[in-house]
């Protein structure tokens, strides 16, 4: 069993930027990828980014985040990041990190575990 926490979300103007953190405890980190999901009201959760589970693993994003967001892990402190740069209002949502056995992908029912989630608003 894992047990994920994010935090570092808040309120931040276009084109700024902020640093998630996804903190795990309860099993071994970095047997598991991890994933970045978001969701904005009303809209369906959507896959941001995910990353392997080694350290340097391999990073996978979706377009519409690519060349803004970077995702990294600290498996020795068990922590998951998204770098989050150059942000739109568009990017506003509760952004949730997961965790999976499988190799990383944009599926959310591969993934076993999630966090409370930790809102980013992105004002214009």
């Known amino acids: 069993q894992v047990q994920l926490v994010e935090s570092g979300g808040g309120l931040v103007q276009a084109g700024g930027s902020l640093r998630l953190s996804c903190a795990a405890s309860?099993?071994?980190?970095?047997?598991?990828?991890m994933g970045w999901f978001r969701q904005a009201p009303g809209r369906e959760r959507e896959f941001v980014g995910a990353?392997?589970?080694?350290?340097?693993?391999?990073?996978y994003y979706a377009d519409s985040v690519k060349g803004r967001f970077t995702i990294s892990r600290d498996n020795a402190k068990n922590t998951v990041f998204v770098q989050m740069n150059s942000l739109k209002p568009e990017d506003t949502a509760v952004y949730y990190c997961a965790a999976s056995v499988y190799p990383p992908t944009s599926s959310s029912g591969l993934y076993d575990y999630w966090g409370q989630g930790t809102q980013v608003t992105v004002s214009s």
């Open positions: 990353i392997s589970a080694w350290s340097g693993g391999s990073t």
């Open positions: 309860g099993s071994t980190f970095g047997s598991y990828a």
